[in-house]
């Protein structure tokens, strides 16, 4: 078995200059760990517009008060 580097852009796999793999050949893609990280706290950071949540509505609290009723 061999490691060859390569990045991911648009979906697609892109290998470094020069390496050539035979046609139908079965490919196991492992990813870094940095490069992991970096892209599991960018896809928690990444401000989804269609599953914003929304603030909670909070009603102040007056000190010195008890509520009896």
Known sequence: ???YRG??????V????G??????????VTVGETE???ATLR???RRNARRRSRGRRWI?????????E
């Open 1 to 3: 078995m061999r490691a």
């Open 7 to 12: 990045w991911v852009r648009e979906g697609k």
């Open 14 to 17: 892109e290998l470094e200059e």
């Open 19 to 28: 390496v050539r793999l035979p046609e139908g050949a079965v490919v196991t």
């Open 36 to 38: 992991l990280w970096r």
């Open 43 to 45: 896809a928690a950071l």
């Open 60 to 68: 102040p609290v007056m000190f010195g008060r008890t509520r009896t």
